[in-house]
Nanobody, 124 residues
């Protein structure tokens, strides 16, 4: 399955954006989808993840309370609602699909399929 990430853009600090990660033409076959982000000169870092069975969600401490990951009932799209955005949230956001064990949901290598990335820029 191919993933299509969208929804990035330029927003002022305090604003909101909603990112989408769509499984092109079919449902997700993996157990989980996660969002990671990568700022210039930095490593890719975990943002949030959701498991399809049970809907369990996981967040990085830096976004907890501001970002919400969710999925549609058809299991074709995963969303990342980002509120109260800060300049330090500026990055390219990637969605990945995989079947990580519980202790590894935050590990990029656990996700085997990736979308192309969508740029989020937060101005101060």
């Amino acid at each position: 399955v191919q993933l299509q990430a969208s929804g990035g853009g330029l927003v002022r600090a305090g604003g909101s954006l909603r990112l989408s990660c769509a499984a092109s033409g079919r449902t997700f076959s993996s157990n989980a989808v996660a969002w990671f982000r990568q700022a210039p000169g930095k490593e890719r870092e975990f943002v949030a993840a959701i498991r399809f069975n049970g809907g369990h969600t996981y967040y990085a401490d830096s976004v907890k309370g501001r970002f919400t990951i969710s999925k549609d009932s058809a299991k074709t799209t995963v969303y990342l609602q980002m509120n109260s955005l800060k300049p330090e949230d500026t990055a390219v956001y990637y969605c990945g699909a995989g079947s990580p064990i519980l202790s590894a949901v935050r590990v990029p290598n656990m996700y085997k399929t990736w979308g192309q990335g969508t740029l989020v820029t937060v101005s101060s």
